[in-house]
């Protein structure tokens, strides 16, 4: 994975995947989940997890996963269908990008992370992405965390060029900050955040 902070005026050129982008200040063309999405956190299956699921169907839509004995994260986007070319195989390799927003100070830059995710087949039939492992400590979360001090109200996630707007309030947003924190004060803040 990599940081970047790119400049909003004009178009962006996207790593080395030469892909090209036009950042605004709105999320037009960007993919949006239905209104019926919330968030949920929780402890859970050998990890900390934050879940923007479909309250109707139960189904979830993003998911933040969290080692809770290693700086080690992975991202789960569980319905990159959109994304998916007739040439592009899976499961295998797809970039993915990761922007928090726009910097307060500086109005006109976006933060943001860049990286490699793998597409998998899931039980529900879906094909989503899937980046990060928990059995290895990762150096990304520091990058992650990054980008999350820029979201305001929203992030957007890109695979490939297919660009996914999700909503994220206060309190959404405190869970994730929390989950990407290095591994002492994760420690310290999930116990007081998860363990009420």
């Known amino acids: 994975m990599r940081s970047r902070v790119v400049s909003a005026r004009g178009f962006v050129l996207w790593g080395a995947f030469f892909s090209l982008l036009a950042p605004s200040a709105s999320f037009a063309g960007c993919l949006q989940p239905a209104s019926t999405h919330a968030w949920k956190w929780g402890l859970g299956g050998g990890a900390a997890w934050l879940q923007y699921t479909d309250e109707k169907s139960q189904k979830p839509y993003f998911s933040l996963l969290r080692s809770p004995v290693r700086e080690s994260t992975q991202i789960i986007l569980h319905d990159a269908s959109a994304a998916i070319s007739k040439t592009q195989e899976v499961p295998g390799f797809?970039?993915?990008?990761?922007?928090?927003?726009?910097?307060?100070?500086n109005g006109?830059?976006?933060?943001?992370?860049?990286?490699?995710?793998?597409l998998k087949n899931f039980p529900d039939g879906r094909v989503g992405l899937v980046t990060g492992n928990l059995d290895h400590a990762d150096n990304g979360v520091q990058l992650?965390?990054?980008a999350s001090l820029a979201i305001h109200g929203a992030f957007r996630f890109y695979v490939d060029d297919?660009?996914?707007?999700?909503?994220?309030?206060?309190?959404?947003?405190?869970?994730?900050?929390?989950?990407?924190?290095?591994?002492?004060?994760f420690k310290q803040e999930a116990s007081k955040l998860f363990l009420k």
């Open 94 to 105: 797809i970039p993915f990008s990761f922007e928090g927003g726009f910097h307060k100070a």
């Open 108 to 118: 006109d830059q976006v933060t943001a992370v860049d990286g490699i995710g793998v």
């Open 144 to 146: 992650l965390r990054r």
């Open 162 to 185: 297919t660009c996914y707007q999700i909503p994220m309030g206060d309190e959404a947003l405190k869970v994730m900050q929390v989950l990407f924190l290095p591994h002492p004060r």
